[in-house]
């Protein structure tokens, strides 16, 4: 049977792995159609549904009181076109500068990911170092933290594409009408911070090769076989930085946090409050109250 998540109970619904206090899986916003599978045995309030998200259908735990019988139909506009990358011109920029963020790294002998291999993911966090203070690009300065930068400098270094500046709303409309349309910062491009991240995976990512996935096993997993994995949390405080992390592989006696022998807290790369280049975290920062919702993401 179909149902939604009712607009007039709640903005977003957490998709949980079992019956509260278990691991949210994702966070469906309101509208989002679900299917009924099951009642849970032990508590008939809360129900096994598959959920319609980003194109994909995933099967967790929800609360039916927030649910509203009927399906929704898609009136979103959607507009069509071959949306190119957007990049700043190199120009010199360096890890050692503290400025120009918004260009890419261009030094010389940069690390580059050619194939699906776990030591170049390595390699590359080894020469980005974001624990290193010299490295001032990614170091938190006047209460401004750049998990972002690090995140998109990673990216570019692995061969794939994650945003640093994007396409304004009129550019889009252009290219999307067939117009050729230039890099020009604050005319037809803006910078994205992590918040603004985590929508532009939803809205763009697949058409860039990002796949989101639901467990951080999957993430650990796509990590130590070479592909590129992110997590990115978007923040109940739109004027407060939401995260944006690299998941590398498992290396150098480096393993990821464990819950009775399942992933839980996979290794990460980061700049932010604290920088460092390889560990898994203390906590599962992404399912802390500040964020409002969050998304794991995997490319090839």
């Not at 399906?71 to 949306?83: I, K, Q, R, W």
């Not at 393993?255 to 399942?262: E, L, P, Q, R």
Request: charged fraction near 20%; proline fraction near 5%.
């Amino acid at each position: 049977m179909q149902f939604h998540v009712d607009p007039d109970k709640a903005s977003q619904l957490n998709l949980r792995s079992g019956i509260k206090p278990a691991t949210i899986l994702a966070v469906l916003p309101a509208e989002t159609n679900v299917t009924k599978i099951s009642e849970h045995p032990s508590d008939s309030v809360w129900w096994v549904v598959n959920a319609d998200l980003n194109g994909d259908t995933v099967q967790g735990h929800v609360h039916s009181s927030y649910l509203k019988p009927g399906h929704v139909e898609d009136v979103t506009p959607v507009l069509s076109g071959d949306y190119p990358e957007a990049h700043m011109k190199m120009n010199g920029k360096s890890r050692s500068m503290d400025g120009g963020r918004a260009f890419p790294l261009d030094e010389a002998s940069m690390p580059l990911r050619t194939s699906n291999s776990a030591s170049e993911l390595v390699k590359i966090i080894n020469f980005l170092e974001p624990d290193n203070a010299s490295h001032k690009r990614y170091i938190a300065t006047g209460g401004k933290t750049f998990c972002n930068i690090y995140a998109y400098d990673y990216a570019c270094r692995c061969s794939v594409y994650l945003p640093r500046v994007w396409w304004t709303d009129k550019a889009l409309i252009a290219i999307a009408q067939g117009q050729h349309v230039d890099v020009k910062y604050a005319k037809t491009v803006r910078e994205l911070n992590a918040n603004m991240l985590h929508d532009w995976f939803i809205d763009y990512g697949n058409t860039f090769g990002w796949k989101r996935v639901f467990e951080p096993s999957d993430l650990q997993s796509a990590a130590n076989g070479g592909r590129v994995a992110i997590i990115v949390a978007k923040r109940v405080n739109l004027s407060r930085s939401g995260h944006i992390v690299a998941v590398v592989p498992e290396h150098d006696g480096i393993t990821a946090g464990k819950k009775s022998g399942t992933i839980t807290r996979p290794v990460q790369s980061q700049a932010g409050h604290t920088n460092f280049k390889a560990k898994p975290s203390s906590k599962i920062w992404w399912d802390d109250a500040r964020f409002q919702s969050f998304g794991f993401w995997v490319h090839d």
